[in-house]
């Protein structure tokens, strides 16, 4: 996997040990899925948001981040946050906040039957 362990380590501690909380690697990274929905990833140097497309809109005027963009198809809900725009504290935390203040109105996506 590709990712950096410091990150994973930062955002084990960061959230909050009362929500359902489940690792999976996948993304080429490790991401944080949150009551069995998509909520943060980290691989390489870079988060991966999921904060919703009226945020993601904000916060990609501020400049701050990039949009996902999986082949063709705009990922309005996600976006890429470089690790040297969350190197301090406050500007981690701002980001962990956004992806736990969407969680709750995030969509589930249908399992996948076990064959």
Not at 8 to 35: A, H, P, Q
Request: with cysteine; proline share 2%; charged share 30%.
């Amino acid at each position: 996997m590709a990712y950096q362990e410091v990150l994973v380590n930062r955002i084990r501690e960061t959230l909050n040990t009362s929500l359902t909380i489940e690792e999976k690697e996948m993304f080429r990274g490790m991401c944080f899925m949150v009551d069995d929905k998509m909520c943060i990833c980290t691989f390489d140097d870079e988060f991966l948001c999921r904060i919703g497309a009226e945020q993601a809109e904000i916060e990609l005027e501020k400049g701050n981040c990039r949009q996902m963009v999986n082949g063709k198809t705009v990922m309005k809900d996600y976006v890429y946050v470089s690790a040297e725009d969350i190197r301090n504290n406050k500007d981690f935390n701002y980001w962990i906040d956004l992806c736990l203040k969407f969680n709750p109105q995030a969509k589930s996506s249908k399992k996948r039957p076990k064959t």
